[in-house]
């Protein structure tokens, strides 16, 4: 029993389709696949309407903030019928909140002669906005700036830009509690990406598991006080690809939760 909890479609910032992922996943051999996309639930309507050869786990990983770092929180449905209607709610006010940042920031770009519409923006990012979005936008329509993409992201958008303006987080804890309250499991995503304070800090916020298996092998952590931690708590161990496409930086196959911590996992959520 293998599973991979950590996968994103076309519905974020990933290249493939939701049956592009759950193929790819079982071409890897694997037994079931988690839809985690960024901040939108938009792809659990095509895990309802749509029978798959190997198990298919409604997620998603949303971006908060604790103690001025980003944390990231994935969330599982418990497949209980539950209502997760508050879930949705919160993620449409979050992705407003994304559109109100955009037109602040095409706002300030005016004043430095860049102009740009709402729409080019959204068709560049698909749907997760970020300011990398709005510096590729910047590139492709104005290649006579002479600037790299990555040279008009620093002296336009760039943290200490003019046109900076910093994103929408909900706190941590008020997404953890979204999460039980729309029957959803609230794991803590790559826990040793934190670097402001203690991962251990967020048992005390009320995190049903942390993710301890995870592609850090380009970063050379020790993961092995995560799953010490969890395993002396009785926290879940969960664990995941992070897969984005083919042209990920990770690979589908090369993560996954097996035997008796996916079986922990599958009866959590009544799969």
């Avoid at 749509?50 to 908060?64: A, C, H, L, R």
């Avoid at 005390?204 to 952590?221: A, K, N, T, V, W």
């Amino acid at each position: 029993m293998k599973l991979d909890l950590h996968t994103h479609t076309y519905y974020s910032d990933g290249s493939l389709s939701v049956g592009g992922n759950v193929l790819k996943a079982g071409e890897c051999g694997l037994d079931g696949v988690a839809i985690t996309d960024h901040n939108t639930i938009v792809g659990w309507e095509e895990l309802d309407e749509t029978e798959y050869p190997i198990m298919t786990i409604k997620g998603v990983e949303i971006s908060t903030q604790f103690k001025e770092d980003s944390v990231h929180i994935l969330g599982y449905y418990l497949n209980d019928g539950g209502d997760y209607s508050l879930l949705d709610s919160l993620l449409k006010q979050r992705y407003e909140e994304e559109m109100r940042r955009l037109r602040m920031i095409i706002s300030k770009l005016e004043y430095m002669d860049i102009i740009l519409t709402e729409e080019e923006v959204i068709e560049e990012a698909e749907r997760e906005v970020t300011r990398r979005h709005i510096a590729q936008t910047i590139f492709k329509k104005y290649p006579k700036l002479g600037l790299s993409a990555e040279e008009i992201f620093q002296r336009y958008v760039g943290s200490d830009s003019p046109a900076y303006v910093p994103r929408f987080y909900f706190p941590t804890d008020v997404v953890i509690d979204v999460l039980h309250d729309s029957h959803c499991l609230a794991i803590l995503a790559h826990p040793l990406f934190i670097r402001k304070f203690d991962f251990r800090e967020m048992k005390d916020l009320g995190i049903d598991g942390m993710e301890g298996i995870y592609p850090y092998r380009h970063c050379s952590f020790d993961i092995s006080p995560v799953m010490e931690f969890c395993d002396s708590t009785g926290l879940m161990v969960t664990g995941g690809s992070d897969y984005h496409g083919p042209h990920s930086r990770t690979h589908m196959g090369e993560s996954y939760i097996e035997e008796e911590r996916a079986k922990i996992f599958l009866k959590k959520i009544s799969y």
